[in-house]
């Protein structure tokens, strides 16, 4: 297993020179940026960048503020092992619990179809989940969120959201920190409550992405990816593809439904398109990183590898990454700069980026990617507002609310892709479930996708 990790870590930095050759500014082991370079990034973004660096010796978050304060908060017990622990927990020499544990045992029992060890596992996941996020929020972010609110009381924003880039380092960037948590006045509040939150691998990165923004990309033309077959068992994912068909429009949308969406003809047209959405199967090697994958027809896929050695986006705007564990990187790595889909599709010129950070539900992947592009295209908003919005409004969606929505989409979820099979038990579902709960609260449901990038 060391040299397959060591083979693949050469392999990454191979690839690294190749693309520098093309792009110096936008790679690992890039020139850094300059403390003066970093102050103005922040100013020209309108943001408060964030830099985690997690040791041995406790944590250290550098803050960037928009008028060109800084700042280090220190929070010494927050150690890399202390961070391990969350992640993997280990007792007798055995990993038997934490985030990551938690998670692959429940992927572990959906392989082996074991249906009565898949739900009990699942629960564990999502006990595990809230757990952690309040427990991060309070041993790391806590004292962070106090230094932005100190500062947020100088500064008037004029009825806008402050904005967050976010560069975590180590196991953090395998974590939603957008969907840690707190108590407050008895009620959950979660970060993205209070911001705007983006990603990014790093500040040199974040800096290419936003030169790209700002050059003028076009946001009209769409090509997306609909239920690819085999295996074809994406329930709403053609009702997903259909409703943000309607918002952008027919004449400005390229669909490959089920058996088209080969990689072939992916390629033949990802290039020229400005919004890139693959609603699919994804997986991500944890024991491979460059065979990370989205699962395209035919059997066909378009791996990490292949993304940083043959795909060019010069015109992108967008790629939506709709399919499960799309922005996952390998916790263990101790770089500064993680290595996933996000970044691969970053690099070949795309200035934004949605993965997701697990194995995500079909249906409410669905309604938050509805209600994404409602919001870009109807509501003018910017990427990481729509996606922040979207997950505030279906995280807040009550079951009254979504069984009315499920009643008026039925004659669209009814169209030749989908039959009354698949839409009657979701419809019973929410019949049957109190009108005032909300089936979409837990963080399992709206969480999972980051807006990597500007």
């Known amino acids: 297993?060391?040299?397959?990790?060591?083979?693949?870590?050469?392999?990454?930095?191979?690839?690294?020179?190749?693309?520098?050759?093309?792009?110096?500014?936008?790679?690992?082991?890039?020139?850094?940026?300059?403390?003066?370079?970093?102050?103005?990034?922040?100013?020209?973004?309108?943001?408060?960048?964030?830099?985690?660096?997690?040791?041995?010796?406790?944590?250290?978050?550098?803050?960037?503020?928009?008028?060109?304060?800084?700042?280090?908060?220190?929070?010494?017990?927050?150690?890399?092992?202390?961070?391990?622990?969350?992640?993997?927990?280990?007792?007798?020499?055995?990993?038997?619990?934490?985030?990551?544990?938690r998670y692959y045992l429940?992927?572990?029992?959906?392989?082996?179809?074991?249906?009565?060890?898949?739900?009990?596992?699942?629960?564990?996941?999502?006990?595990?989940?809230?757990?952690?996020?309040?427990?991060?929020?309070?041993?790391?972010?806590?004292?962070?969120?106090?230094?932005?609110?100190?500062?947020?009381?100088?500064?008037?924003?004029?009825?806008?959201?402050?904005?967050?880039?976010?560069?975590?380092?180590?196991?953090l960037a395998i974590l939603p920190l957008h969907a840690c948590w707190w108590e407050e006045d008895g009620a959950r509040r979660y970060l993205l409550d209070e911001f705007v939150i983006r990603y990014a691998p790093s500040l040199s990165v974040f800096k290419r992405c936003l030169e790209r923004e700002r050059a003028g990309r076009k946001r009209e033309t769409l090509l997306g990816v609909a239920n690819p077959v085999p295996p074809g068992n994406l329930v709403f994912s053609e009702w997903e593809c259909e409703e943000i068909e309607r918002l952008i429009g027919n004449q400005r949308c390229l669909i490959l439904w089920r058996e088209k969406a080969t990689e072939a003809e992916v390629r033949q047209w990802m290039g020229e398109r400005n919004y890139l959405h693959f609603s699919c199967h994804g997986q991500y090697r944890l024991d491979a990183p460059l065979e990370s994958a989205l699962h395209l027809a035919g059997g066909d896929k378009l791996t990490l590898g292949e993304i940083f050695e043959g795909v060019y986006l010069p015109e992108a705007w967008l790629v939506v990454l709709s399919a499960c564990e799309t922005g996952l990187v390998d916790f263990r790595e101790v770089a500064d700069?993680?290595?996933?889909?996000?970044?691969?599709?970053?690099?070949?010129?795309?200035?934004?980026?949605?993965?997701?950070?697990?194995?995500?539900?079909?249906?409410?992947?669905?309604?938050?990617?509805a209600k994404v592009y409602e919001g870009l295209e109807k509501g003018g908003k910017s990427k990481p507002d729509a996606l922040r919005d979207a997950q505030i409004w279906l995280r807040d969606l009550t079951a009254q609310e979504a069984l009315a929505l499920v009643q008026s989409k039925e004659s669209e979820l009814l169209r030749e892709r989908m039959a009354w099979a698949d839409v009657a038990p979701l419809r019973r579902a929410l019949e049957l479930t109190d009108p005032n709960d909300r089936p979409f609260a837990h963080p399992y449901h709206w969480a999972a996708f980051q807006c990597v990038g500007v």
């Not at 700069?337 to 409410?364: I, K, M, Q, R």
């Open 337 to 369: 700069e993680h290595f996933g889909l996000p970044t691969g599709f970053l690099y070949a010129g795309a200035p934004t980026v949605y993965g997701s950070l697990w194995s995500v539900n079909d249906l409410s992947t669905a309604l938050l990617m």
């Open 106 to 171: 429940y992927q572990a029992a959906l392989a082996e179809g074991n249906r009565a060890e898949a739900v009990l596992a699942r629960q564990y996941w999502l006990e595990k989940m809230e757990e952690t996020l309040g427990t991060l929020y309070q041993r790391l972010l806590k004292p962070v969120h106090e230094r932005l609110k100190g500062w947020q009381k100088q500064v008037a924003y004029a009825g806008r959201l402050p904005h967050l880039v976010l560069v975590p380092n180590r196991g």
């Open 1 to 101: 297993m060391r040299e397959e990790l060591t083979q693949t870590n050469n392999r990454l930095r191979e690839l690294a020179m190749v693309i520098r050759g093309y792009d110096p500014d936008f790679l690992p082991h890039a020139q850094p940026l300059t403390a003066d370079e970093i102050i103005a990034l922040a100013q020209d973004a309108n943001a408060t960048l964030i830099l985690f660096r997690v040791t041995e010796a406790g944590s250290f978050v550098f803050l960037v503020f928009p008028n060109g304060e800084t700042d280090v908060v220190e929070v010494p017990d927050f150690t890399t092992e202390a961070l391990s622990e969350l992640l993997v927990k280990f007792e007798d020499r055995k990993a038997s619990d934490g985030w990551v544990v």
